[in-house]
């Protein structure tokens, strides 16, 4: 009888420890000049440098040092007054030098954190991530196994090979062993990846795009007796392309070693693939016998020295942290969790934001971003933020709480902002869409919309308020749409006496 | 009339006064190596047609009235580690073999820019391991004072083409003396600038903290012009030295050391040094002193482990520099025929394309850096780097200058020591030092040895980013040399070729 997840949870306390790959969205690669766009034609985006010819030398981006800083600051570490790229030597054919540039033992950021929040029988709980390292590192190129089954590099027929990716800057950002998370151990790493990934996005610094390959993660687990003391063997499970496989895959591993370990199996130390479809992951390469990197300080590159008032200026420019920042917006605003979801999965805080602070209601704001505005974007496949600006939809929302256009002009005056036809006030101008709001005006178009329905007018004289609704609409169209509807009822309904 | 046996600085001034056309000089230099390189074997590639195309429009440029470089016309030999585009660049190596670099080394595109006129590509050990070119997988140059004995490596084809008169100028490169052993035993001249003070970029690497690309010469002073040509920040080698090139073609002009402290290195002379050369280099010491400077002796006691340490540092960068020819994007490919996988193909390949000495330290590299013995290694063997500075810099508180023979003997026979790889090493013994340390070297010839009559070199280092130091005291000491000889020591070099 094969164990569930409870019953390995029962016997066994989980060790955990997260490996996180993230590309970075610098211009050009860590050491050449070459475009880092993704999905450009094979090897069109490589030069001597990133293809690694003879005679060739690394310089380092600038920007990609930066980038770094920001992150470690980000994540509470230390930043190194020196720190130096060491090479990883290794033989792969995606690899052009057939060594990596990283970094070894002089990292650039060291010993930060991160706390995350998630959901306990005991409610929400906060735990502390520690963050070993940030380290900076060149990404290689890409294998592409033709032939073959398994699409792997064994039984394969031949192999292609792309190096656009060759020599893009990568940060790699390790965690301590993170022990204690008990039963929640899968949450706690998905709600770390996911706290990161936020992080990194409001950093600016990587597109964070887990189906791209962008932030890719390594999950390592291990699990021990119950009291013990000891530390079992970890595996370490790779292709984990989404959020929910974070926590699937360690869910998986946790199963399968619990139930090893009780079938008196050992465990070993190897690379597993993550497998989507099962939620299983199968074995991968053996670590067993330790691969001898031979790492030594890169003679092509000189040390990374960063000046301590450059730090201090990046400190300074750090954005508020994204889990702070959402709950203040949440509170101030009001809003409901669900609907906070909503915005922050559309990506459309900051423009939310944006059209608050130009005095705009949270909540009108909110729902023309994720309504009307977002409904056109989907349908032209665009983006809501390249339709209109939030200076323009702040400014509408304003025209409706004053009274000079009511929801349904506005939905008029957005349509025409995003037909091109110019500022809401052009639109308003050309298309003639103020709101009727001359008493007399509409006295006239009340007292005509009595006269062709007597008896209507008459029940509400008798009482029946809502028979006025016919009434208003008459009003309503006879102005085509442009009197305030409330106050026409108020208007009518005084006029017959209620 | 010819002027091939003219200096450079003479030729730019032939070329300047239009006594001679780029092109004329450029034809003349190819028909000596079609007299002479048969024997000598200084050149593994000739580009005709980009030399005649590059010779051809300086000469339009100078009949237009354009401002040229000096050395515009001048022809050049190019060691055959550096990038050049689209022609043949194989380090010595079968496993480079067909490869053409799409792109240019900084120095071939500062040489180009100059109107510096490329006639091909030289001879070297193979990845510039090795001191007697006998390491080339393409056979052997031949020394041209004597045509059964090394010409010096790795740059043996470099020197070898200045000294049979195939080129006034050579690029060469330095990692443990491979531009100034082969100076001295051809009798030219050879200069390794301080590390960081010509671009690396496009130089194949052996051993990337200490090679450094220089100029070859049979003057002083045509060392200094091209010195003056190749140095200089350049953005793409990290390594590059940010900071004005000295004023070395001046300094080599001064013919002044009048005050000047010469350091004579205790460690290097004596003991394991040939008679003749230990003779040559003390005469030229009284020059010196003629000249006006003063003899100081100083002491480098670490330098007795930098062989050693160079031996570990060396091949354990050059363990990973070699990774990259993997058979996977150009030159040899070996064993794809199907049913091999792309490790196997790896490894055939290098097992087919690297040669023995190659071979050999590419072991000791990776051996020096496996986990375990990396501290014992290359850890310590960096240590000692740091105590070989110490001593450098002790020793340049009491010298403005420093000098040693450059090579303990003279040009030994081909096959002498191609079994005996220490002998090998141990002729570096006074060069190693200085790539160390980082610091310039020079090598000047002071005269034949007694013994053998064969060219002996004389070693000046000076302080880094201080180049000029060692032009100033190299070309004084020529000048004085030449006057005591009544000509130079080339005019004595024995005649090549059927003309």
Redesign the interface.
Known sequence: MALTYDDVIAKYEPTLGLEVHVELNTNTKMFCGCSTEFGGEPNTQTCPVCLGLPGSLPVVNEVAIESAIKIGLALNCSIAPFSRFARKNYFYPDMPKDFQISQYDEPICVNGFLDVEIDTDEGVKTFRVEIERVHMEEDTGKSLHVGGSTGRIHGAEYSLLDYNRAGIPLMEIVTKMIPGTEKYAPQVARAYVTELRDILRSLGVSDVKMEQGSLRCDANVSLSPRGSGTLGTRSETKNVNSLRSVERAIHGEMIRQGNRLENGERIIQETRHFLEESGETRPGRSKETAEDYRYFQEPDLVPVAPDASWIEEIRATLPERPSVRRKRLQTEWAVPEKEMTAMINAELLDTVEATVKLGADPTKARTWWLGEISRVANEKEVEAISLMTPAQVAEIILLVASGELTDKLARQVVEGVIAGEGTPREVIEKRGLKVVSDDSALMAAIEAAIASQPDTAQRVRDGNIPAAGALIGAVMKATGGQADAARVRELLLKHLGQ | MTFIYNTAAEMSIALAAKEVSAVDLANEHFDRIADVDGDVHAFLYLDKEGALAQAKDVDAKRAAGEKLSPLAGVPLALKDV??QRGIP?T?GSKI?EG?R???D?TVVTRLKEAGVVILGKTNMDEFAMGSSTENSAYGPTHNPWDLSRIPGGSGGGSSASLAAFEAPLAIGTDTGGSIRQPAAVTGTVGVKPTYGAVS??????F???LDQAGPCARTVLDTAMLHEVIAGHD?????SINAPVPAVVAAAKKLDVKGMKIGVIKELGGEGFQKGVSERFNEALEELVKAGAEIVEVSCPNFEYALAAYYLIAP??A??NL????S???GLRVGDDGSR???EV?SLTRQAGFGKEVKRRIILG?YA???GY?DAY?GSAQRVRTLIMRDYEAAFAKADVLVSPTAPTTAFKIGEKADDPVAMYLNDIATIPVNMAGIGGMSLPCGLAAEDNLPVGFQIMSPAMKDDLMYQVGGTLEAALNSKWGSTLMSQAPKLGAK
Do not use: N, Q
């Not at chain 2, 690396?200 to 690497?205: D, K, M, T």
């Not at chain 2, 953005?235 to 390594?239: I, Q």
């Not at chain 2, 990774?323 to 993997?326: C, E, G, P, S, V």
């Open positions: 550096m990038a660049t380090c480079l490869w670099p799409p792109y080394a690396r970029y496009g130089l194949v690497a051993s990337s903290s953005a793409k080698d990290s390594s354990s960068e363990s990973s990774a990259r020819f993997d996977m994007r150009y996988g792309a490790e790896m990776t850096l496996s986990s990396y290359y």
